[in-house]
């Protein structure tokens, strides 16, 4: 296709969750509530795990990076989801647009991996609990830490590299509420074969090295509990994973149902509902089941109640 006859695109119009007017308002009001549920119950985790010194363990600094994560994470798309539900068109230049794909990218990668070391954490809590204190040294922390937001920038930089090579010409109109991979490619006036060879590969290896991992490190660790005979040293085990397995089911979940299909195959309207899931309810929740099912937590959150009245 010959692209001297066609005006290259410098801006696009999100089309947003639903084109019907009597839900703008509800939906507005809806996704205001749940980004300021994300933003102060990720905030109050983070503020709790600072200040209080029973909580300066390795499981905790992994939970502030993930609260770290879910703030940005959020915040890079909810505000101009919201735009969606005030203005008749919602406009993001071409550059606004390939920023915030990086950084979904980037947010969203690095909580892959950050999920995965809090899966390892776990792991060798319960089944080399005498070897967690050299097997989970700060150093060995801030390694998996540096890793994961490796993994993010990197995997960042090779998606929206792919996207920048793509041309989008007359369409400018995205079918979604914020610039994904998949909407992005539906507006492409050039080939996307490499994109969707990409696509597979990087994030298949995003998703299922993670998930590999830490259903591997659940397998060690089931096993472990089982053979923990004290009812309540089993029952603290169980409760000290659960939260995390359901966050990372959630997550992975989510994503693998958008991602993990041939392009071919993916409605729109399913995509849209996946990622309200893994961008916006995901970060909303895990502030929520690591806090309500945390004893830890919940006496660091007293005390600090208690400081201020």
Not at 56 to 77: A, G, K, Q
Not at 256 to 268: E, G, H, N, R, T
Not at 273 to 280: L, N, P, T
């Amino acid at each position: 296709m010959t692209l001297s006859n066609v005006s290259l695109v410098t801006e696009f119009i999100f089309l947003g969750l639903t084109d019907k007017p009597e839900l703008q308002t509800p939906l507005f009001l809806l996704f205001l509530v749940f980004y300021a549920i994300t933003a102060l119950g990720n905030l109050t985790l983070i503020i709790l795990i600072v200040l209080h010194s029973h909580l300066h363990t390795p499981m905790y600094f992994f939970l502030l990076n993930l609260s770290f994560i879910d703030i940005c994470y959020s915040s890079v798309i909810t505000p101009k989801m919201l735009m969606n539900f005030v203005l008749r068109k919602n406009f993001i230049s071409y550059k606004g647009c390939m920023t915030q794909f990086y950084f979904f990218g980037f947010f969203a990668i690095s909580e892959c991996y950050v999920l995965t070391a809090m899966a390892y954490d776990r792991y060798v809590a319960i089944c080399n609990p005498l070897l967690y204190n050299v097997a989970m040294s700060p150093k060995m922390c801030a390694y998996l830490m540096f890793g994961s937001y490796f993994m993010g920038l990197s995997g960042a930089m090779i998606h929206t590299g792919c996207v920048l090579r793509l041309t989008f010409c007359d369409r400018n109109t995205i079918n979604h509420y914020f610039c994904d991979l998949l909407p992005l490619l539906q507006l492409s006036c050039t080939s996307i074969y490499v994109n969707e060879v990409e696509m597979f590969i990087v994030i298949g290896k995003d998703i299922t090295v993670p998930t590999v991992v830490i259903f591997t490190s659940y397998g060690f660790i089931l096993f472990s509990i089982i053979k923990i005979r004290p009812t309540e040293g089993r029952s603290k085990a169980f409760s000290t994973c659960s939260s995390h397995i359901i966050a990372v089911s959630m997550f992975f979940g989510s994503s693998a149902f958008m991602y993990l299909k041939p392009f071919s195959a993916v409605s729109m309207g399913e995509g849209k509902f996946s990622s309200v899931f893994y961008s916006i309810v995901v970060p909303m929740m895990n502030p929520l089941i690591y806090s309500l099912r945390n004893k830890d937590v919940k006496v660091a959150f007293k005390k600090t109640l208690g400081g201020f009245f």
